[in-house]
């Protein structure tokens, strides 16, 4: 088992650069694009640095973080912004935590 964080994907405005971890290369292309352009969008509006990360119980995380002298990066508006994206995108992240915590931590799923 992990020990720490997994990161599924994140983005820099500072660097100009999407990131996406590999190891979940089994998600479908469409989840894929949706990821990246969630990330890119959120980082070009807000500035600094967006991860999703998975914690080591399978909850899917948004990690924010900023330069120190980033005059620019809307640390109100990033809190703002997930809480917008966690409404909006609520399948989308619930279907990430499932399908972490059954391939990833091998967690058995009773079905409804």
């Given at each position: ?23 979940f ?38 990690q ?49």
């Amino acid at each position: 088992m992990y020990q720490e964080n997994i990161v599924l994907c994140g983005a820099s405005s500072y660097e100009e650069k999407y990131y996406f971890n590999e190891d979940f290369s089994a998600l479908p292309s469409s989840i894929k694009e949706e990821l990246k352009i969630l990330c890119v969008l959120f980082v070009s509006e807000i500035g600094g640095v967006l991860t999703l990360e998975f914690e080591e119980d399978g909850t899917l995380c948004f990690q924010v973080a900023s330069q120190e002298n980033d005059y620019f990066f809307d640390d109100i508006g990033s809190g703002l912004k997930i809480k917008e994206i966690q409404k909006d995108k609520k399948e989308l992240l619930t279907s990430l935590e499932l399908f972490y915590k059954i391939f990833f931590l091998n967690e058995e799923i009773e079905h409804a």
